[in-house]
């Protein structure tokens, strides 16, 4: 490869529009559709929106143009260099020795003319790499990777062996078990302020006039929210997921992923400070578990990124990372339970919280609010009996259930920090709380263990 510098292809000009439309979608749209309800639903309303969207496009197509033209990136004997701005301008050098990955994308654009875009990733990575090459040639690629295979990096074809793939029938099955009905609330907050926005007071009395008043009504409420987070959950999941394929590759796993923007990630093992075995709400009755990974560098990204498989038989847990990722690799089961003087501990307090709800709403729905005192209490029973830990040969495990049940599996020699916790009220009942942290997002924590094993695995950590 030539260390001239060189422009990226102009699939980029097309890459660099779509991500200004997308980021500046809501307020285009806002105004929009202001300038319809404005005055109403006529032909010069029409016309402006139509005026307005043509102007936001023009002028993402000008800025994308722009930024293209001004952009080069080369390769020489140190590393890899990328330079934008006219007036401004931002170059950013990587030595050959940082560069630990090139991850690739292949959105629509890039699939449209047949390029990819090029992350380079190195010890300090985030959403993106430190350098992002939005559209370069295969021929290109070819060569930026041969240059890296030569200074000892680990790129080229994935070899099939070891490969593990998600099925069409695991996706679909993925997809509608995934639950994650919290989706929906962003949706409905940018909804109602945006109806706000749009129709002023008049939605206030429209939203009043709206809100249920029957129990039936409230059930009927509740079913369609839950309905509609459910289904946003499906599509996201089978976007996300689509053609997922993991492979390890010497001391890297390579993700494939990806439905309408094909990802290709290289993550270094050693850079995995965790193993998240997490089995829904749904899935704990088929005996399935998803799998994710604490990943230093990978914080600022987003949840599918950090899946390390996105269904799996909870009996094969084990088998799989003996394969892929041995490093991390134990046993989910044989856990140490919680000393019985605990139990009281996870059952009051979620039957207390039930019972303060109750009365609040007595005078709303009668005593019927005292029905939920019971499976609060079971609910308490239920996170008693998930509890559970290990510490041995120098790996740490612990499993706790809220809605899912999860088990965190880590080498002890991996945490970033390791906290002994103790209330007055545990001092009189000889007990404490542990709380190792793996990375940003994995923090694993035990609740009122026994306070002499507790004392002891925080020995052994410090």
């Known amino acids: 490869m030539s260390p001239e510098a060189r422009r990226l292809h102009r699939a980029a000009v097309g890459v660099y529009v779509l991500k200004t439309l997308r980021d500046a979608a809501l307020p285009l749209v806002i105004v929009v559709l202001l300038s319809l309800f404005r005055g109403g639903f006529d032909a010069g309303g029409l016309i402006r929106g139509?005026?307005?969207?043509?102007?936001?496009?023009?002028?993402?197509?000008a800025a994308g143009l722009w930024r293209w033209n001004t952009t080069r990136w080369w390769v020489d004997d140190r590393g890899i260099h990328k330079?934008?701005?006219?007036?401004?301008?931002?170059q950013t050098?990587?030595?050959?020795s940082r560069m630990q990955a090139l991850d690739l994308q292949q959105g629509i654009v890039q699939r449209w003319f047949g390029v990819h875009s090029v992350h380079v990733q190195t010890g300090g990575g985030g959403a993106e790499g430190e350098i992002v090459l939005e559209a370069i040639w295969d021929e290109e690629l070819q060569g930026l990777r041969d240059l890296f295979a030569a200074r000892g990096g680990s790129v080229g074809a994935v070899p099939d062996a070891g490969a593990r793939r998600l099925s069409p029938g695991a996706l679909v099955l993925a997809a509608l078990t995934a639950g994650q009905?919290?989706?929906?609330?962003?949706?409905?907050?940018?909804?109602?302020?945006?109806?706000?926005?749009?129709?002023?007071?008049?939605?206030?009395?429209?939203?009043?006039?709206?809100?249920?008043d029957t129990g039936g009504e409230i059930l009927l409420a509740a079913a369609v929210l839950l309905g509609a987070a459910w289904l946003l959950s499906v599509a996201g999941a089978l976007v996300?997921?689509?053609?997922?394929?993991?492979?390890?590759?010497?001391?890297r796993l390579r993700v494939r992923r990806g439905l309408f923007e094909h990802r290709e990630a290289t993550i270094p093992v050693d850079r995995i400070r965790a193993v998240v075995v997490v089995e829904g709400l749904l899935r704990r009755p088929l005996g399935l578990a998803a799998l994710r990974m604490e990943v230093i560098g990978h914080a600022k990204e987003p949840a599918a990124a950090q899946a390390l498989f996105p269904l799996l038989r909870r009996a094969e847990v084990g088998a799989f990372l003996e394969q892929l990722l041995p490093e991390l690799a134990d046993d989910i089961d044989r856990l140490q339970v919680l000393p019985r003087r605990a139990l009281r501990r996870y059952v009051l307090p979620p039957?207390?919280?039930?019972?303060?709800?109750?009365a609040g709403a007595w005078p709303f729905i009668g005593p019927w609010g005292m029905l939920a005192v019971p499976p609060a209490a079971l609910y308490g029973l239920a996170r008693?009996?998930?509890a559970g830990w290990r510490l041995a040969d120098g790996r740490l495990v612990v499993r706790s259930l809220m809605l899912a049940r999860t088990t965190i599996l880590a080498p002890a020699a991996l945490r970033e920090s390791v906290t002994l916790g103790q209330t007055v009220l545990q001092r009189r009942g000889r007990l404490a709380d542990l709380a190792v942290t793996f990375g940003k997002r994995t923090k694993a924590r035990v609740h009122h263990?026994?306070?002499?094993?507790?004392?002891?695995?925080?020995?052994r950590f410090a």
């Open 93 to 96: 050098d990587i030595p050959w």
């Open 83 to 90: 330079r934008s701005g006219l007036f401004t301008t931002k």
């Open 50 to 61: 139509a005026i307005y969207g043509a102007i936001g496009v023009a002028a993402a197509a």
């Open 449 to 459: 263990l026994d306070a002499a094993a507790a004392r002891a695995a925080f020995d």
């Open 240 to 251: 996300a997921f689509a053609g997922f394929r993991i492979t390890r590759d010497g001391a």
């Open 181 to 212: 009905l919290g989706v929906i609330l962003p949706v409905l907050a940018a909804t109602a302020q945006f109806a706000q926005t749009v129709l002023g007071d008049e939605a206030e009395e429209d939203a009043v006039r709206l809100i249920p």
């Open 351 to 358: 039957a207390v919280l039930a019972l303060v709800v109750a």
């Open 384 to 386: 008693f009996r998930a």
